[in-house]
């Protein structure tokens, strides 16, 4: 069964640095998002992108964050000068279509870390 | 916006039954999704409602009331691995995000 999959699992880094997490959609999906969960908290979204652009993002997603989908496969999540609060669960989740019934698929997500 | 209220917590025994309750409010309604979140994992979809009614998929069993805001997740014959947090996303006319609730953590005891 094809599967969102996310690299790395965990990532450690110091506050100020530059992090990239991955994600690798299912193929034939067209919409793609990010989410994150802060240890205890409820999932909050973060962006969404359809036809290689933003189509939505939430007020957490300011200009420390960035999306791109570099090739046919990958879809990142860049943050430019992590701060501790940026310390959650990163989840990414793909979409056949955008609109009615269609269930997003989760990865199993990336712990970030920031010391 | 969207307001999203559901219980923090609910214990059940092994074999029983629990509903968890999820009242709402958005801008325009297109849809509400059940999600399924063990401790430390990402969420896994249950269930889809969009007209009034109960849709019934084997042990779970999602109800949705448009005109109320409301939505019930009935969860049956409820097993050990049932135990996980119980996430309802009603999803606004505008945008194909899903907004969550705080989640339902449901405890199974023997």
């Known amino acids: 069964e094809p599967e969102v999959t996310q690299t790395p699992s965990h990532q450690v880094t110091q506050m100020g640095q530059e992090v990239i997490l991955r994600c690798v959609p299912i193929s034939n999906h067209l919409y793609f998002y990010w989410y994150r969960q802060i240890l205890g908290q409820k999932v909050e979204f973060l962006v969404s992108f359809y036809n290689n652009e933003i189509s939505e993002k939430s007020e957490i997603f300011d200009d420390q964050f960035s999306v791109e989908r570099p090739d046919g496969s990958n879809f990142t999540l860049k943050i430019r000068s992590t701060k501790l609060e940026d310390s959650a669960m990163y989840f990414c989740a793909s979409t056949r279509g955008g609109q009615g019934y269609n269930e997003q698929f989760f990865g199993p997500g990336t712990r970030l870390t920031v010391l | 916006g969207q307001n999203i209220d559901q219980p923090t917590e609910m214990t059940a025994t092994e074999g029983a039954i629990v509903q968890i309750n999820c009242t709402y409010q958005?801008?325009?309604?297109?849809?509400l999704f059940w999600y399924q979140q063990h401790a430390g994992e990402a969420p896994t979809f249950l269930s889809y409602?969009?007209?009034?009614g109960l849709e019934e998929k084997g042990r779970f069993s999602s109800f949705l009331s448009r005109s109320k805001g409301y939505s019930y997740l009935l969860l049956k014959e409820l097993q050990m691995k049932d135990s996980a947090s119980y996430l309802c996303?009603?999803?606004?006319?505008?945008?194909?995000?899903?907004?969550f609730g705080g989640g339902t953590r449901v405890l199974v005891k023997p």
């Open positions: 996303a009603p999803k606004g006319a505008a945008g194909n995000k899903l907004t």
């Open positions: 409602n969009v007209l009034d």
């Open positions: 958005t801008s325009g309604f297109n849809g």
